[in-house]
């Protein structure tokens, strides 16, 4: 299997390669054999990608939004018209199944250039009456941005980072993470096939050092994360040091709250994809899981019987539900954490092993796990796994339940199941979480603003809310009258 690019980086509108920077391997997670190799990005490669977004940048700024919008549209359809060879490679590099791929991926990517490359238009500054005068504001592009991003969803994080910030005239040095280097190469050829001037989405390889050289460049006006939260500290800070605004879309540890009214299936529905779609690894999961006592059972039963029907297998096979987790590091981690769990007194329920499927034997798969008898102070509880790992809590009423669920560092997301329109409300209204769910889990839709509080970050992704960070306010005063002065 080979999935090797042209080279290793996508500067002004073409391919570039520095074989000088470190190897990077890249792993295909199914069967551990190595798919392509890319260069990390030297201080000259990072150089040349700045220089080509800062000479890029002004000229597209000055083009309407309506122009720029349809060029960020054809790319979209591009990436439809990709999806299936977008999906495949996207598999091919992170191990997720198929059947995930196809809908998940490349598609949330076209829906962001699509939603942004239209909402552009109508995203103005205001007029302010002075009384007789008036005052108005702009909306401005910031300059240079830079993309950093983490290696679950890594062409659908491009896409949600590149289309607020091409629409609004900005343009950017994107950063894949260097386990998944391979589809934001693909979405730049892309751009370029659908018009967009050489220079404004640029590609460079590398691990934390070129993140950090990137956010630290004195051209780079602005900088949007998606890592973990020990990466967002560190980013944040050298941000902060130059005063450039940053957006940090970090790791949660979300509750998902099931009350006894709650539609059975449809909680169990959501508690399953909250916490083994793309084999657990997103930051949104409900790994929490808080069962009202007198559901518990009922729910126990049922999820576990579900849970035995999940197919793990070849990612390829359009039949697999989980592949397996992104790179042996993931592996060993979320192995440790099930120890963890164990050696804490939880009860193992379901799952936790790591299945040798034939062919595939070399392959990071873990078994969706379920683990019972959680309390709130168990380390599983506590801290992010990202893996396919679900912990079961049991309540017995709605201030408790809340109480604990907002007892984290964490504020990314956040669920509720009830059947009970006002309880719904009431609780999302008490959670601190950024994006919360009612009767369903993780949709995400780009209409949708999508974002952490406390750790988990801040600053929004999707709808308007993104094109207000990848933008400045200038405010103008015009003074109709004459000019009042002592002087
Ligand atoms: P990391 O935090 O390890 O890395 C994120 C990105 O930051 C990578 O590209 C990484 O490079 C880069 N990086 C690392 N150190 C630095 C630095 N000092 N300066 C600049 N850049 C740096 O996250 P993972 O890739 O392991 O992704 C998993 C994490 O991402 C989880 O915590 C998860 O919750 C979070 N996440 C959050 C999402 C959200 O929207 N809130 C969505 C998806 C994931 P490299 O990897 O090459 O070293």
Known sequence: MRAQPKASHYINGRYVEDEQGEVIEVVYPATGEIIARVHSATPNIVELAVEAARAAQPTWARLKPVERGRILRRAADLLLEHNEELAKL?????????????????????????FFGGAVAAFNGEQVELGGSFGYTR???LGVCVGIGAWNYPIQIAGWKSGPALAMGNAMVFKPSEVTPLSALRLAEIFTEAGLPDGLFNVVQGL????????????VAKVSLTGSVETGKKVQALAGGEMKPATMELGGKSPLIVFDDADLENAIGGAMLGNFYSTGQICSNGTRVFVQSSIYERFLSRLTERT?????GDPLDPETHLGPLISKAQYDKVLRYIEIGREDGATLHHGGGTPRLQGLEDGFYVEPTIFTDVTDRMRIAREEIFGPVMSVLTFDDEDEVVERANDTPFGLAAGVFTQNLARAHRVIGALKAGTCWINTYNLTPVELPFGGVKQ????????????AHYSQVKSVYVEMGDVESPY
């Open 139 to 141: 909306r401005e592009p």
């Open 208 to 219: 934390g050092d070129v993140g950090a050289s990137l956010v630290a460049h004195p051209e």
């Open 456 to 467: 988990s970050g801040f600053g929004r992704e999707n709808a308007m809310a993104a094109l």
């Open 308 to 312: 035995s029907a999940i197919r793990l």
């Open 90 to 114: 996207e598999t091919l590099n992170t191990g997720k199944a198929l059947q995930e791929t196809l809908v998940a991926d490349a598609p949330s990517a076209a829906e962001a250039l699509e």
